[in-house]
């Protein structure tokens, strides 16, 4: 698995299966840097596929942020424009924007 590698980067795990954190264990014990990103939450604030699996067991942890759309504090939740109750909702690159904690509460669009 992964011969001759250094580092191996992980974009999107959130659509990633649940075999995902075995596979990041794996690489990871044959000392190979593993690097994961992905959204912690969907668009309804709960955690999203293996990524708290993934937290769970991560040697480092780092979690960035993007701007609130509304007021412009520091956004931690992806806000769904369009109303669809999907947790999976591909190609919709306008349907959600990134909100504050307060503002996703507002739910106003």
């Not at 075995?22 to 990103?37: F, H, N, P, S, T």
């Amino acid at each position: 698995m992964a011969q001759g590698a250094d580092v191996i980067g992980i974009d999107e795990a959130q659509f990633f299966d649940d075999g995902l954190p075995e596979v990041c264990d794996k690489l990871a014990y044959q000392g190979i840097r593993v690097i994961v990103a992905g959204l912690d939450m969907d668009f309804t604030g709960k955690p999203f596929g293996q990524m708290p699996f993934l937290l769970a067991k991560a040697d480092y942890v780092t979690k960035l942020h993007a701007i609130c759309v509304k007021c412009g504090n520091i956004a931690n939740y992806s806000y769904r424009k369009i109303p669809d109750d999907d947790q999976l909702m591909l190609g919709a690159m306008d349907a959600y924007e990134p909100r504050c904690r307060k503002c996703y509460n507002e739910k106003e669009v």
